[in-house]
């Protein structure tokens, strides 16, 4: 049985709550100086798809307004952004998150004094960062002496597995989200995907491959933290338990085959769990990779191209196909988004959305025609 870091969220994050063990948690989350649309990736995505209730934010260059002022949308309203975790405070939360992910994934000296502030006045510590909070002495004393939990949602399993090939269960469907760039919206797309599958009346769940989707779902590996040998390796096993159980399986991608840094771990994923299908995810308007202007992106029929490829390397006679186009249209208004759809399937011949303005039945429509359901 693959032992995937449940243990750590059923005793802390209590994804066990449909039944009723432990109580919903309020939480506030730390977004110092980021709490926006492409940078507070973690925090919008706790917001918006997490069970419990957020009751602030932190960021002293937003504060005095709410979530849904700031990000432009419908959700969040009401939810305060506020200066500091002493004015967080105020709202009685019992959990602190950590929002955002600074480049290179490391602890800013300056957010020290919040977390021993959460810590001493007994909140349990949720981190995604790659520096582990449970490492630092000074933090890790703290928690210790009050009696508080800390999370570091990207420490791996200390297990290792070398990828066997093995196949999924006939009657089973495993759908990966991969994409042009990184934050293309391929966690919020399975996730919106396995909510219309379940809408549906459909055998599905949703897997997480990174600290946000894991924080969500309360599953999953942090596969950027896994050893390379080993990547593909877990993600097989991981996936093979899901399919075992579900019908529907939709993998959180990460990153893109395409991307200077992290096309490595794109790989390690769809070698891992062998897809049947892909949605491919966008940036509407992108010509470059974010940070790269150097870099600049292929066409998306190209694109679509390099990721069936990456699949037929290792079976030439295995026919995994992008079947859709799921389109972030962020900053365009709603004629600009459907041109920008419009375009995408003009230019792929494949059907398109944003699946946050128009939802997803038209790519689940997709995917069953590909699998021949009715």
């Given at each position: 049985m693959f032992d995937f870091i449940y243990f750590d969220i059923m005793q802390l994050y209590a994804i066990n709550r449909r039944e009723k063990v432990l109580p919903m948690r309020r939480i506030a989350i730390l977004a110092e100086g980021a709490f926006e649309r492409f940078?507070?990736?973690?925090?919008?995505?706790?917001?918006?798809?997490g069970r419990d209730t957020v009751v602030a934010v932190i960021d002293s260059t937003k504060a005095g307004m709410d979530v849904a002022q700031v990000l432009g949308v419908e959700f969040g309203k009401g939810i305060p952004i506020v200066r500091d975790i002493h004015e967080a405070l105020t709202y009685q939360p019992d959990m602190l998150l950590i929002g955002i992910a600074p480049f290179g994934g490391a602890l800013p000296e300056a957010w020290r004094g919040q977390l021993l502030t959460a810590i001493n006045?007994?909140?349990?510590?949720?981190?995604?960062?790659?520096?582990?909070?449970?490492?630092?002495?000074?933090?890790r004393a703290a928690a210790e002496q009050r009696g508080v939990k800390v999370w570091d949602v990207r420490r791996p399993p200390e297990k290792n597995r070398v990828a066997q090939f093995i196949p999924h269960r006939p009657g089973s469907y495993t759908i990966l989200m991969v994409g042009s760039d990184c934050a293309t919206g391929k966690m919020s797309t399975a996730l919106e995907l396995n909510q219309e599958a379940c809408n549906r009346g459909l055998n599905s769940v949703f897997v997480a491959t990174g600290q946000t989707g894991i924080m969500i779902a309360g599953n999953g590996l942090p596969i950027d933290r896994i050893i390379s040998d080993f990547l593909a390796g877990m993600v097989e096993e991981m996936v093979l338990e899901f399919t075992d159980k579900y019908d529907w399986v939709f993998v959180e991608g990460q990153g893109a085959l395409n991307h200077p840094g992290y096309a490595g771990v794109t790989l390690g994923l769809i070698h891992g769990c062998m897809p049947d299908a892909m949605i491919f995810c966008h940036k509407a308007g992108a010509t470059t990779i974010e940070g790269y202007e150097h870099c600049p992106l292929p066409s998306l029929n190209r694109l679509i191209e390099m990721n069936e490829e990456a699949i037929s390397w290792l079976c030439s006679d295995r026919s995994s196909k992008v079947v859709g186009l799921s389109l972030m249209t962020l900053g365009l208004n709603e004629q600009e988004a459907r041109s920008a759809i419009k375009l995408a399937e003009d230019e792929t011949g494949l059907p398109a959305t944003d699946v946050w303005r128009f939802g997803t039945a038209v790519l689940m429509d997709a995917l069953s025609a590909r699998f021949q359901i009715v």
């Open positions: 940078h507070g990736k973690t925090a919008i995505g706790v917001i918006r798809y006045a007994g909140l349990d510590i949720v981190s995604g960062l790659h520096f582990f909070l449970a490492d630092d002495t000074e933090l």
